[in-house]
């Protein structure tokens, strides 16, 4: 059910059949609580909240170990070789893209799984995440990780980011206009994640939005799966 009257509807329908509970979750949209006040609502929010995150370190398994940190002097070609891809995608006279890498033990290890290009393909943690990163993060494979090979790997992504719009741009409720093809979040094997943006402040935001969400995939793995809504749902947000 798509956010509005008949979400709300069944969400006040729910709370009549169950007049003593002091949550409820909505799939695919959120956790919500309430109270007689906006305290006791919040920190029922929060208590719900710490509840589930309990849980979860329950069932978490152990940290993997990563590589050792690339050296500075090994990851700057790496980095400036992405940012010129990137902008092989962008419109003559374009300015270089920002990135924002984040090379913490938990975001390279992440970046070694071997399910990342199945998790990519998933979706966004939250809907709104798309707007700063799209609704998927271009993964680059060690051996991918050459001029050639990013160039060549970031025009395949542009060229997807293009299907997905022209197959649903047709069916939105009202005119869409398509966006920059280019990636807003690269997962990098050995390195981290790279947050990528028109500004430092927009590619910080997107590496921000990057760790967490690769802390939702892995939890979600962990615990059953991780399936937010559909291509379909997020092109309308």
């Not at 509970?21 to 309430?34: E, K, R």
């Not at 160039?151 to 005119?175: K, N, W």
């Amino acid at each position: 059910v798509m956010p509005g009257f008949a979400l709300a509807k069944a969400a006040a329908d729910a709370f009549d059949r169950n007049p003593d509970a002091q949550g409820l979750i909505l799939v695919n949209h959120g956790h919500f609580a309430w109270g007689p006040d906006a305290k006791s609502s919040y920190d029922r929010t929060v208590a719900h909240t710490n509840t589930v995150e309990a849980w979860l370190a329950d069932r978490r398994p152990a940290p993997l170990v990563p590589a050792a940190a690339l050296p500075p002097a090994t990851l700057a070609p790496t980095l400036t070789a992405l940012r010129g891809a990137l902008a092989s995608v962008l419109p003559d006279g374009a300015h270089l893209p920002f990135l924002d890498l984040r090379a913490g033990d938990p975001e390279r290890a992440f970046t070694a799984r071997a399910d990342l290009e199945d998790l990519a393909t998933r979706g966004v943690a939250t809907p709104d995440h798309v707007i700063r990163t799209k609704a998927e993060p271009l993964v680059l494979r060690r051996a991918d990780q050459t001029a050639d090979g990013m160039r060549a790997a970031v025009r395949a992504y542009a060229d997807r980011y293009r299907a997905y719009f022209d197959a649903h741009a047709p069916h939105a409720a009202e005119p869409k206009k398509m966006l920059s093809p280019m990636p807003g979040l690269v997962w990098l094997e050995g390195a981290g994640i790279v947050g990528v943006g028109s500004t430092a402040a927009a590619a910080r935001i997107a590496a921000d939005i990057g760790c967490q969400s690769a802390r939702v995939r892995a939890d979600g793995v962990t615990v059953g799966d991780f399936r937010p809504i559909g291509p379909r749902d997020l092109f309308d947000m």
